[in-house]
């Protein structure tokens, strides 16, 4: 199986890109991993509505252009599906024995992802109703992959 994590923005501090390395290297023994950037738009300080919509789809272009046609698409947004650990490993384990060969996981900017990316998501993916600075999210997110790899390969991992 390929895994891709596709986000808006750089890992700008060591501590993300360090935690960003660790997991892709454990995830490796499981799955071919393989993380993409797509470059962020500036935000001005005081961004009208159509504005921040304008940005949303810039941003979604880029996005869109890395996402293969034949790969199942999971949005992280906000209003997606909660899922818990054991949810999430089920769901991966069902798209692997239905055929997905390829799962591109997409990250937006800071104000979101563009509604055409959502359209074109599979399913979309919520981890809280909080909201996460996306390059804390592309951590979270790497862990939680590798905890549904061990989960589903009856691997002991901490609670």
Do not use: W
């Not at 024995?97 to 591109?104: D, E, K, L, M």
């Amino acid at each position: 199986m390929k895994i891709t994590i596709l986000a808006v923005g750089r890992l700008k501090e060591p501590f993300y890109r360090d935690a960003a390395a660790e997991y892709k290297k454990r995830l490796g023994r499981y799955a071919s991993i393989e993380i993409l950037e797509a470059a962020d738009e500036k935000i001005p300080d005081r961004c009208a509505p159509q504005e921040a919509l304008r940005i949303k789809e810039k941003e979604g272009e880029r996005l869109e252009k890395r996402i293969p046609h034949d790969a199942y698409v999971i949005a992280l947004a906000i209003e997606g599906q909660m899922l818990d650990s054991l949810e999430l490993a089920k769901k991966l384990d069902t798209l692997c024995v239905h055929g997905a060969s390829h799962i591109v996981f997409v990250i937006g900017g800071s104000l979101g992802l563009s509604e055409k990316l959502l359209r074109r998501a599979d399913m979309r993916l919520s981890f809280s109703k909080m909201t996460f600075p996306h390059q804390l999210m592309r951590i979270i997110l790497l862990e939680q992959v590798y905890r549904s790899f061990r989960i589903n390969s009856h691997e002991p991992y901490h609670k």
